[in-house]
């Protein structure tokens, strides 16, 4: 599955899309990293906690940007049709919060590694489940 989907990203009919969504996740994992560490660092919040509070705020951001670029061509329209994708794609990605944070506490508690590299390695990881759901789902595709 992996290796198709890295065949699609390079040269298949939907590799334009694929590299959009991970241009969107790129960027949405750096802002879910800044505040995941300015949670932590700033507000003293414990690090899964503020993982799980960066990445509600991060899907938000994702859904807007992949509706409105990556999904462009199929995204939804009007309030009614938004909405009910931004509740689709929460069902999406919250179903990989825990995927992601089960990652994450599992390198940081077993391997020592901090954890905001962790937390990179974690997002890559749920990544793939993301995007076909979310694809699939959100966006009928």
Not at 3 to 27: D, S, Y
Not at 52 to 65: C, D, H, N
Not at 86 to 100: D, E, F, H, M, Y
Request: no cysteine; net charge positive; hydrophobic share 55%.
């Amino acid at each position: 599955m992996v290796r198709a989907l890295l065949r699609q990203a390079v040269g298949g009919r939907f590799a334009v899309r694929i590299r959009r969504f991970a241009i969107v996740g790129a960027v949405a994992a750096g802002l879910q990293t800044l505040l995941l560490g300015g949670f932590v660092e700033y507000a003293g919040i414990h690090y899964l906690l503020a993982a799980a509070i960066a990445i509600e705020i991060t899907i938000v951001f994702q859904y807007a940007l992949n509706n409105f670029w990556t999904f462009r061509a199929v995204k939804n329209t009007g309030w009614g049709e938004y909405l009910h994708g931004l509740i689709k794609t929460n069902l999406v990605r919250g179903s990989a919060i825990p995927i992601q944070l089960g990652v994450l506490y599992g390198i940081v508690t077993w391997s020592g590694i901090a954890y905001l590299i962790a937390n990179i390695i974690a997002i890559l990881i749920s990544g793939v489940y993301r995007y076909v759901l979310d694809a699939r789902w959100t966006w009928d595709v």
